[in-house]
């Protein structure tokens, strides 16, 4: 049987699911689209792609199906699914955990600088989903349809503070990777950048992979290489060398934001990777180098916080808006800015 399949696999660090397409050969049986979806998808159960149905993440020729629809010849097929996660031992730790809203199916926190999002190479222990794994371990109660792990759809870099949504169920993963693959969600950062920005400004640029340092993104304006990426920047407060914006996403690209803005010309402040880490504007004056990295001391890397995140629930239906204040070295940074504004 031939048939064209595309693997959109989304690794991103906002996205963390795939989206599969397939289209069925002119000679295709007639077959229950979970039959015919679990012969092509590795490591995936029958259950996992019911789940997927239910939630409308299954569609043939562009509409939603049900489990029990029956492929025909020449149907094009696409699933949407939570990325599969990494086979590595979770270990549970008590880490303190600033929860702002909890439920059966999921839990919203804030979370803080300095703080891997999942184990991986170097940081086996420390991160927030071993906390989460001593935290669902030990609530006095818990559904019994309880995922087994963190169900993360998206994620924050290691000094990115803010807010996350984490599925505690197989069906709010689903459905949640749905809403962000969707572009349903809304998310809203803040951020001080380097440079003062003359207007509110749409950025466009496919974001990809440096080809020089595979560490790092970089932007591929021609579109030619790279994830087609935009992000929306409001000013907020302009204090002269450095201007606090909010930055709306309308995809989620890996560092996105960070590529974006270096990209623009105005990196964000204290980025180790992305070259706000060093004097960009300003004086070469002793005491502006001065004041400038007791600035940088205030904060462990990026001046970047997921401030909001609204989202529909996948069980109640009904949409959740949630708003977290800045951290307290984020807060006092933009104190020194605002006091040196006045000098």
């Not at 008590?94 to 999921?106: A, K, V």
């Not at 969600?185 to 020089?212: F, P």
Request: glycine share 6%; proline share 5%; charged share 25%.
């Amino acid at each position: 049987m031939i048939e064209d399949i595309v693997n959109d696999s989304e690794n991103d660090e906002e996205e963390l699911f795939e989206h599969y397409k397939f289209k069925a050969d002119p000679g295709q049986e007639i077959v229950r689209i979970d039959k015919y979806l679990i012969d092509r998808l590795p490591n995936t159960s029958r259950n996992k792609i019911q789940f997927a149905a239910k939630n409308g993440n299954v569609l043939v020729n562009t509409k939603a199906v049900k489990p029990n629809y029956k492929v025909k010849p020449l149907d094009e097929v696409s699933i949407v699914m939570p990325y599969p996660v990494r086979e590595i031992e979770l270990i549970p730790q008590d880490i303190p955990l600033d929860i702002i809203y909890e439920d059966d199916q999921l839990i919203v926190l804030n979370k803080p600088a300095n703080m891997v999002v999942h184990p991986g190479y170097g940081n086996y222990s420390g991160t927030l989903v071993n906390a989460l794994v001593y935290h669902f371990d030990n609530l006095p109660s818990r559904n019994q349809d309880y995922y087994g792990r963190p169900g993360l759809v998206h994620r924050l870099d290691k000094h990115t503070t803010g807010i996350m949504v984490v599925a505690k169920t197989e069906f709010a993963l689903t459905n949640l990777a749905k809403q962000f693959y969707d572009r349903t969600t809304e998310r809203r950062y803040q951020a001080l950048v380097w440079g003062d920005l003359a207007e509110d400004i749409r950025i466009e640029g496919n974001v990809g992979r440096s080809l020089k340092n595979r560490k790092v993104m970089t932007v591929f304006p021609e579109g030619d290489y790279g994830k087609h990426a935009v992000t929306h920047v409001k000013v907020l407060e302009r204090f002269g060398l450095v201007t606090l914006v909010e930055c709306k996403l309308e995809t989620g690209r890996t560092h996105q934001i960070r590529t974006h803005l270096k990209w623009l010309g105005h990196p964000l402040f204290h980025d180790l990777e992305y070259g706000g880490d060093s004097i960009v504007k300003g004086t070469t004056s002793a005491n502006y180098k001065q004041f400038i990295f007791n600035c940088f001391e205030l904060l462990p890397g990026q001046a970047l916080h997921a401030k909001s995140l609204g989202f529909n629930h996948p069980t109640k239906k009904e949409w959740m808006q949630f708003d977290s204040d800045l951290p307290p070295g984020f807060m006092e940074l933009l104190s020194k800015w605002e006091r040196l504004k006045t000098i």
